[in-house]
């Protein structure tokens, strides 16, 4: 314990104890500085674009329905203009089914008839 005392109260361990609390301080200072310019600056403004997922039943090459994600109806009836009356059979009908990718996204799409 006394050669601690000794070292403690040598002139150049003061000054370094001195030199250390005062780069503290400022320190500090400093820290709380920057936090302020940080709040006073101004708001960064960022945009954002969503790509959309649609699709489209075409007709003889005529949309008859689109999904719901970007407002469309999800269901749409076939017409079969060419059709009047009863269908035959052994008939060929020319209609042309077909879907269509309508939005940005790159997609798999399977038609049920």
């Known amino acids: ?11 150049v ?3 370094l104890l001195f030199l250390m609390a005062v ?11 920057r936090a302020v310019l940080n709040e006073q600056s101004s708001p960064f403004h960022a ?3 969503v790509d959309s997922i649609d699709v489209a039943l075409l007709e ?8 719901g994600y970007n407002g469309g109806s999800a269901s ?7 059709i009047e009356g009863k269908l035959k059979l052994g008939y060929t009908y020319p209609e ?6 309508t939005g940005e996204i790159p997609q798999f799409v399977r038609i049920t008839i």
Do not use: C, D, Y
Not at 1 to 11: G, H, T
Not at 23 to 33: A, D, F, K
Not at 76 to 82: K, R
């Open 23 to 33: 780069g503290l301080l400022m320190g500090t200072g400093i820290e709380g500085t």
């Open 76 to 82: 749409g009836t076939l017409s079969l203009p060419e």
């Open 47 to 49: 945009t954002m674009s």
């Open 96 to 101: 042309q089914i077909a879907a269509s990718n």
């Open 13 to 15: 361990v003061i000054g």
């Open 1 to 11: 314990m006394k050669k601690f005392k000794e070292f403690i109260s040598r002139p």
């Open 60 to 67: 003889n090459g005529k949309a008859v329905a689109k999904n």
